[in-house]
């Protein structure tokens, strides 16, 4: 059945019944004008939103309803994890076709539904609205975990090792893209046992996002090409350094828990850590120290060589 035949008090009431809000903090959840939400004891909260729109970050040809709503879900929690935090409250308010299916859109939904529930956090409400494109745009709140509060992109020091968790590139080809698991985990570890001194998570690219995360700290970079953890084989450099949405965490740590980090037994079920370069004074740029031993400038869309 279209979204045509449909009303969108049927919408909602279809939403409300696929939802399954666990958990004391949500004192009440959709069906009134707003949520209500028991204030969380955490000393700093964090407020994020990302929007996907069709025809810009995804196609419908391309990707189950399923997985563009998990997809919107995901990339904000991503932004989440980026922080050291744990996501706890999310709204939802989506643009849909009419010409769309109402078992499309109770897809759509599981998939954003199911993905915060999934990672510890609660869709608590949204918007439906009809539009001519398919728009989702979630708004997710968090809580820092670490005794330090969010980790900013703005704390790398000169000597601070760069790492970053999984495997880069190719994300589109794979569809990983669709189906990543954001890093709430990873960065949970990191806050707990480590202190992360800058964070951000990888959603244009290596070089660009490292480019932010060095201008943010006023740093400069230099990668190892050797200790690029690729995903792909082919032109393996430049998919690590350039191809975009592997919402892995990119992040700095002083040379002491570089080393710690590196010596520990890696704990199971996490995405490995990999060093891949070291914060350097920012008169030096962003640099791509070669498997040949050469330095080549990076520029924020790979480097040069490829250009
Ligand atoms: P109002 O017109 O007062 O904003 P709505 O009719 O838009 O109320 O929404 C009624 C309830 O349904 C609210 O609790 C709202 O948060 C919830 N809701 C509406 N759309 C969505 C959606 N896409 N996802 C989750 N909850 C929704
Ligand atoms: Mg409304």
Redesign the pocket.
């Known amino acids: 059945m279209r979204l045509s035949r449909t009303s969108e008090a049927a919408l ?1 009431e279809m ?1 409300r019944r696929q939802t399954h809000v666990k958990g004391s903090s949500v004192l009440l959840g ?4 707003a ?1 209500i939400l028991r204030p969380p004891k955490a000393r700093q909260l964090l407020f994020t939103t990302d929007m996907l729109i069709e025809g810009r970050h995804f196609h419908l040809k391309d990707a189950a309803p399923f997985e563009i709503g998990r997809k919107a879900m995901a990339v904000n929690l991503s932004d989440i994890a980026a922080m050291g935090g744990r996501p706890t409250h999310a ?4 643009g849909l076709p009419s010409k769309l299916t109402v078992s499309f859109v109770k897809e759509l939904y599981r998939g954003m539904e199911e993905t915060a529930r999934n990672f510890g956090a609660a ?1 608590v ?4 609205n009809q539009s001519d494109l398919l728009v989702l745009s979630i708004a997710l709140l968090g809580e820092a975990i670490g005794p330090r509060g969010a980790v900013r992109r703005s704390g790398a020091k000169p000597g601070n090792a760069i790492f970053v968790t999984g495997r880069l590139g190719g994300s589109y080809a794979s569809k990983k893209h669709l189906n990543f698991i954001p890093r709430l985990k990873e960065a949970e570890h990191l806050v707990k046992k480590y202190k992360p001194t800058a964070m951000m998570d990888l959603s244009d690219g290596l070089s660009a996002d490292l480019a932010k995360l060095a201008a943010a700290s006023r740093v400069g970079a230099v990668l190892a090409e050797d200790a690029l953890p690729s995903a792909v084989k082919k032109n393996s450099t430049k998919a690590a350094l350039s191809d975009g949405e592997d919402f892995e965490l990119l992040f700095t740590l002083s040379a002491k828990d570089a080393a710690r980090l590196t010596a520990e037994k890696h704990p199971k079920g996490l995405a490995p850590f990999s060093r891949i370069g070291t914060i350097v004074d920012r008169r030096l740029g962003l640099r791509l120290k070669t498997t040949g031993g050469y330095f080549k400038k990076l520029s924020s869309t790979g480097f040069d060589h490829f250009k």
């Open positions: 909602i939403f959709i069906g009134d004008d949520a709204v939802a308010a989506v869709l409400g949204g918007d439906t």
